[in-house]
């Protein structure tokens, strides 16, 4: 039998269902929340957001945070995603509630790469 670590993941990539779950923390080691989901493009194959969620208690009155995924930085020691923000700047960051799902348009992604002061990448 095959082990599930190495049919789902190498040293430079990583299977999307072992992405959902994983934490998010900010560089002072602060759990912000858990990648939801990540947005794939489909022509281009890259992904262009994380969605975390974040707030809440123990997943309820959680929204979900669409993060450009460049912002985020794989962190090895933590098991988890570090991402340069407080959790005051997410309370005014783009969000939307968990049982919604927004159309991900390019005046959507203008949006939220807006928000975070980076240029929206054209694929």
Do not use: C
């Not at 269902?17 to 858990?34: C, M, S």
């Not at 890259?46 to 929204?63: I, N, Q, R, T």
């Not at 783009?94 to 992604?109: I, K, N, Q």
């Amino acid at each position: 039998m095959t082990d599930t670590l190495e049919t789902t993941e190498t040293h430079r990539l990583i299977a999307s269902d072992k992405v959902e779950g994983t934490a998010v923390y900010n560089p002072e080691g602060d759990r912000l929340g858990t990648i939801a989901n990540v947005m794939i493009d489909k022509i281009s194959g890259k992904s262009e957001y994380a969605v975390m969620e974040f707030g809440g208690l123990f997943g309820l009155g959680s929204d979900h945070y669409p993060l450009p995924w460049d912002m985020l930085t794989y962190d090895t020691d933590k098991g988890g995603y570090v991402v340069n923000l407080t959790k005051e700047q997410l309370t005014e960051a783009p969000r939307y509630a968990r049982e919604e799902s927004p159309e991900y348009t390019d005046d959507y992604g203008r949006t939220i790469y807006g928000y975070y002061g980076l240029s929206y990448p054209m694929f």
